[in-house]
């Protein structure tokens, strides 16, 4: 009897508060921003979309990770906030509430009541609006929402950056392949229309050989031809000769020796005219081709303006940190979500940098940049920002006042690209050559810790 008492006095009080006050602020401006499935809606969601960087499905499973996790823990909402988180929840995930596909609930069962006469004050609500309007809830009931997106917004966005490189430089090794096989295809017909030019030079100088092989062959023909001709001309003056002999008696004398002499030079001078006919043929035959070769020269590269540092590691962490805090002012300490610069200006008499770190019991963010411009004094300071800063500052500016801010200020290279290191076990340094007159910047990232400040041991100074 007592218990059922109890049970009507709670119900009573959870309906006074279900339907005895003005509805929560919270749940006013989430129906007035995405309770529409209109223009408005589509409005408010892009406006939430741009906002924080993330696709409307991302960002409420980024939020629903978040309310998983540090409900209870890193924020307590309000019973009427967490009935209504669940209700969008379950909104999303099975849609309109129905009786058919929700078991029943008891009646002494308070919250399971709760729970669902809030989700079926939903209503016909779409999905995109229910995760827009649990993000907004989300956002107003723990302010550490923010940080939470911005630190995977970073993430997202370097691992964005990672991506695009490897891509860049996929794309540069497929462009230096296919520069590499055209220009052995142009290596192989180059040698191919060598190849094909040296036959063609055998194929000329064999037909030229066998056509001098020709002429020598007609050549020999010929002389042994006039060589028989001779012979026999020969043969009948020896004949004639024989026959003067045996008319001698008749025959003055001498008669018979004019017609020896005028034989025998008669026949020289035949085979000396045959003679000269073959050196002249000889000499009208072919010569060989003239080769020439052109050579080229390769063009000369460029050197870059800020020249790479050098970096390194000592295990001496515990020697360095007791030396380093003889100074106070070497340590300093980098905030939760914080962000700690250290500007040091380059020295007309230095020209090396140097920087050593080390933190205690966890790594922190560090990089290196060089500002150019001239600072009239020497002495080093710090700058702490954290990662809403640069947002608060663009509030109510317009585009052209951004612009002109953007263009004042001065130009920014990076020296060491901010990661994250291990400086908690080894300590950290490194050295690189000034570019010209400026300020150096030695950034110390937290801005990823929401929960750890971090203090750091750190030690500059230039050598010439």
Known sequence: ????????????????????????????????????????????????????????????????????EKEGKAFHPLYEEKLRLVA???????????????????????????????????????KEDAMTEFVKLLNKC????????????????????????????????????????????????????????????????????????????????????????????????TAVAVSAEARRSAVPPGAGNGLTANGAPAESLDKEVELDSVGELMENSPRGPVFTVNLHSAPAATTPLITAPSMWTRPQIKDFKEKIRQDPDSVITVG????????????????????????????????????????????VSIHVSDSSDEDEECEGQSEEEKA??????????????????????EVYAGSHQYPGRGIYLLKFDNSYSLWRSKSVYYRVYYTR
């Open 1 to 68: 009897m007592v218990r059922g008492q109890l049970v009507r006095t709670a119900m009573e009080v959870r309906d006074g508060h279900r339907h005895g006050r003005l509805k929560d602020p919270v749940e006013a401006e989430c129906e007035r921003s995405c309770g529409g499935d209109g223009e408005e809606g589509e409005h408010a969601r892009a406006v939430l979309l741009g906002e924080w960087g993330f696709s409307l499905e991302e960002l409420y499973s980024l939020a629903l990770r978040f309310f998983r």
């Open 88 to 126: 969008l929840h379950k909104q999303v995930l099975l849609g309109p509430y129905h009786p058919d596909s929700c078991p029943e609930v008891g009646f002494f069962d308070v919250l399971g009541n709760d729970r669902r006469k809030e989700w079926v004050s939903l209503g016909n609500m779409s």
């Open 142 to 237: 723990c302010s550490l929402f923010a940080p939470f997106v911005t630190s995977h917004k970073i993430e997202k966005e370097e691992q964005e950056r990672k991506r695009c490189e490897e891509e860049q430089r996929r794309r540069l090794e497929e462009e230096e392949q296919e520069r590499r096989r055209q220009e052995e295809e142009r290596q192989r017909r180059e040698e191919e229309q060598r190849l094909q030019r040296e036959e063609e030079e055998r194929r000329q100088a064999e037909e030229e050989r066998e056509r001098l092989e020709q002429q020598k062959q007609q050549i020999m023909v010929a002389l042994n031809a006039q060589t028989a001709a001779a012979l026999n001309k020969q043969q009948e003056v």
């Open 336 to 379: 939760r979500g914080e962000v700690v610069t250290v500007r040091v200006p380059t020295h007309q008499e230095g020209s090396y940098l140097f920087w050593e770190f080390a933190t205690d019991h966890y790594d922190v963010g560090f990089g290196v940049y060089f500002e150019w411009s001239d600072s009239p004094s020497t002495a």
């Open 404 to 425: 002109q801010k953007l263009a004042s200020k001065p130009q920014v290279d990076e020296v060491v690209p901010v990661y994250r290191r291990d400086c908690h076990e």
